[in-house]
């Protein structure tokens, strides 16, 4: 990865994600189940980490890093979630491998690829956690 990438994606990434709505907005978790709970603030937490990923110091590796973390919180919230969301799940992992082939890309793709992936993923994950919200697991 050469510096002129990372510094060109980081400002605009930064600022893309930041556009979209957070998903720790409000401190609701779902109820019931300790385990979709868990599994829920993991995710939660992995998609604000991903958005605050700074391109700039980290690079490509610091964005796989997050990529990877969104990832395996999300096959977690996959499991403990059973039928609830698919839509919204498989979304996300629809937009997490638009996002990984675009940082595999960037030479060839550009920066505004991966911004426009990484700002995907930031807003399918924000619908996904929103559409957890209310669910009562009793």
Known sequence: TSSSSTATTGAPAQATATGTASPTGGTASPTGSEQLCADYDAFKSSIEDLK????????????????????????????????EAKDQIQAVEDSLKDLETAISNVSSGGETAVVTAAATVVS???????????????
């Open 52 to 83: 605050n990923v700074d391109i700039v110091k980290s690079g490509t590796s610091g964005l796989h890093a997050a990529v990877d973390k969104v990832k395996t919180s999300l096959q977690s919230l996959r499991t403990s979630a059973g039928d």
């Open 124 to 138: 399918s994950g924000t619908a996904l956690v929103q559409s957890l919200q209310d669910i009562d697991r009793n």
